[in-house]
T-cell receptor
Framework: AQSVTQPDIHITVSEGASLELRCNYSYGATPYLFWYVQSPGQGLQLLLKYFSGDTLVQGIKGFEAEFKRSQSSFNLRKPSVHWSDAAEYFCAVGADNNNDMRFGAGTRLTVKP | NAGVMQNPRHLVRRRGQEARLRCSPMKGHSHVYWYRQLPEEGLKFMVYLQKENIIDESGMPKERFSAEFPKEGPSILRIQQVVRGDSAAYFC???????????FGPGTRLTVL
């Protein structure tokens, strides 16, 4: 079965600085990959997804992620972080039929003024 | 187009009582997924349903937990004889088919006293 690891539990960046959140997955075939964001007390909002095609994926709110098969990674990036980006970020991987989606434990982002 | 609806948003139960969590998928979506999020943890898959069918319940505890998605009405996650360890946020997601993006509801936060 597929699995996903988010190595960083908590990251703090200054407002305006660049951001990269790491995600590594384990799956034998081409995975479906997702990044979701969760604000406190809220549900999950989809930021972006990768199913196939261009390995650099653009999402909402200025986020992007790059699928690197050789590294089994799908890191999330943003060139300039805003205070409103403070939230919990979850990477997820789905199998061929996407029925069984597995989530990482999440990375909590704190943004310093 | 309304998103995924979950109710109640907050539910308090005493040990031994029953908890019923409801999920109305997005319009046109016939696939429903339930996840549980424990404090400081990521989401854990519980069950995947289509109308009137349970497709995958590999993440469901063997006892006390059940789920249904009737032909008419919302999907229900039912927890009988709740215990303190059931306290968590329960999220529902829906998709138009089994291979597409899952869209999440705001969650139901269950507290067992």
């Amino acid at each position: 079965a597929q699995s996903v690891t988010q190595p960083d539990i908590h990251i703090t960046v200054s407002e305006g600085a660049s951001l990269e959140l790491r995600c590594n997955y384990s799956y034998g075939a081409t995975p479906y990959l997702f990044w979701y964001v969760q604000s406190p007390g809220q549900g999950l909002q989809l930021l972006l997804k990768y199913f196939s095609g261009d390995t650099l994926v653009q999402g909402i709110k200025g986020f992007e992620a790059e699928f690197k098969r050789s590294q089994s990674s799908f890191n999330l990036r943003k060139p300039s972080v805003h205070w409103s980006d403070a939230a919990e970020y979850f990477c997820a991987v789905g199998a061929d039929n996407n029925n069984d989606m597995r989530f990482g434990a999440g990375t909590r982002l704190t943004v310093k003024p | 187009n309304a998103g995924v609806m979950q109710n109640p948003r907050h539910l308090v139960r005493r040990r031994g009582q029953e908890a019923r969590l409801r999920c109305s998928p997005m319009k046109g979506h016939s696939h429903v997924y339930w996840y549980r999020q424990l404090p400081e943890e990521g989401l854990k898959f519980m069950v995947y349903l289509q109308k009137e069918n349970i497709i995958d319940e590999s993440g469901m505890p063997k006892e006390r937990f059940s789920a249904e998605f009737p032909k008419e009405g919302p999907s229900i996650l039912r927890i009988q004889q709740v215990v303190r360890g059931d306290s968590a946020a329960y999220f529902c997601a829906s998709s138009p088919n089994g291979a597409d993006t899952q869209y999440f509801g705001p969650g139901t936060r269950l507290t067992v006293l």
